[in-house]
């Protein structure tokens, strides 16, 4: 089956502690992204990829580390999380960057 | 910088009601459009897209959407809704050129049985 996978789904954490939230996608997709979601902001772009070894920051990068040393994985590393970081995220990935994203689950992450 | 605007943030409507939601964006060039849906408890999916051609696109469910230049907008309508769709939708736009996508505030639609 074609889709997105993130994890973990929910995650509860402490301020400083690295974490890493997993992104991968079986549909040989060259671009890939994060969002947050957060009320009242909608979606915000974290990063994006558009193909290996390729990322660039979105609108929200401050906090944020990517990587894209495979096509199918792209991982969000929080170095030192804190509370503004309390939020829905999303990884998304389309076949190239003009074509339609399909967005994983999602990962609840509460940073105290 | 870019900005896309919804302006309706909650919506109810009872069963059989007409939608239409609303999604400004500020760019002058290139772009394409989006509309997304998200229904409770799941994955972000999407409704419709234009990238050229005919401005009034055709989605799933019944929905559409008309993009007017001259407005910078890209409108949602839907002429009947169903409780099914009680959902939060986001318009979204991509400046042509570049790979970066901005999405909307979103607004959340309530349909009463």
């Known amino acids: 089956e074609a889709q997105v996978t993130q994890n973990p789904r929910y995650l509860i954490t402490v301020t400083g502690k690295k974490l890493t939230v997993t992104c991968s996608q079986n549909m040989n997709h060259e671009y890939m992204s994060w969002y947050r979601q957060d009320p009242g902001l909608g979606l915000r772009q974290i990063y994006y990829s558009m193909n290996v070894e390729v990322t660039d920051k979105g609108d929200v990068p401050e906090g944020y580390k990517v990587s894209r040393k495979e096509k199918r994985n792209f991982p969000l590393i929080l170095e030192s999380p804190s509370p503004n970081q309390t939020s829905l995220y999303f990884c998304?990935?389309?076949?190239?960057?003009?074509?339609?994203?399909?967005f994983g689950p999602g990962t609840r992450l509460l940073v105290l | 910088a870019q900005s896309v605007s919804q302006h309706n943030h909650h919506v109810i409507l009872s069963e059989a009601a007409s939608l239409e939601l609303g999604c400004n964006y500020s760019y002058g060039g290139t772009v394409n459009l989006f509309w997304y849906v998200q229904y409770p408890g799941q994955h972000l999916q999407l409704l419709l897209k234009y990238f050229s051609g005919d401005p009034l696109v055709k989605g799933i469910k019944g929905f559409e959407a008309e993009f007017i230049k001259s407005k910078f907008s890209f409108n949602l309508r839907k002429p009947s809704v169903q409780w099914s769709d009680t959902a939060e939708y986001f318009c979204a736009v991509k400046a042509s050129g570049t790979y970066k996508y901005i999405f909307g505030t979103g607004t959340r639609l309530k349909v009463l049985a």
């Open positions: 998304a990935s389309s076949l190239t960057w003009q074509e339609t994203q399909y």
